[in-house]
């Protein structure tokens, strides 16, 4: 039984646009699920949905690329681990990348990118950053 189902899915979505597939499919959670919809909203991939298969749900999401076949993905990153969290308070979220990257948190108000837990004023848990 996996233990991170985050950076298992982080890792699929990476494995798949290295080898530039038109889909990945990831094991279902409820932080993944709102991660994807981040990502969606920032435009790093086109789509998701859940599906469900013999009592077991999956998600199955549209990788995106540019117009050269190149992956709109360039590099993500898992922050916070099982064995080592790390947390942020809403002052110490910093702009990622130059504003260029997105740093994922989950707070106390659910699972948002950092200028949104800034505008809010929370902190949390760090998740991962993508640019």
């Known amino acids: 039984m996996l233990n991170d189902l985050i950076s298992d899915g982080l890792t699929r979505i990476r ?13 279902h959670s409820k932080v993944v699920e709102a991660t994807l919809s981040i990502l969606v909203a920032k435009g790093y991939i086109e789509s998701y949905n ?4 013999n009592n077991k749900k999956f998600i199955n ?15 993500v990153k898992r922050v916070s681990k099982p064995g080592r969290r790390v947390y942020q308070g809403k002052d110490d979220i910093k702009r990622f990348k130059n504003g260029y990257g ?6 106390s108000k659910g699972v948002m990118s950092g200028m949104e837990a800034n505008k809010v004023g929370v902190g949390g848990e760090v998740l991962c950053t993508i640019w």
């Not at 999401?61 to 590099?75: A, P, Q, R, T, W």
């Not at 997105?102 to 707070?107: D, Q, R």
């Open 15 to 27: 494995n798949a646009s290295m080898r530039k597939l038109e889909t990945a499919k990831l094991l």
């Open 50 to 53: 859940v599906i469900e298969e």
């Open 61 to 75: 999401v549209v990788l995106k690329y540019d117009e050269h076949g190149k992956s709109v993905i360039n590099e």
């Open 102 to 107: 997105t740093v994922i948190v989950s707070t």
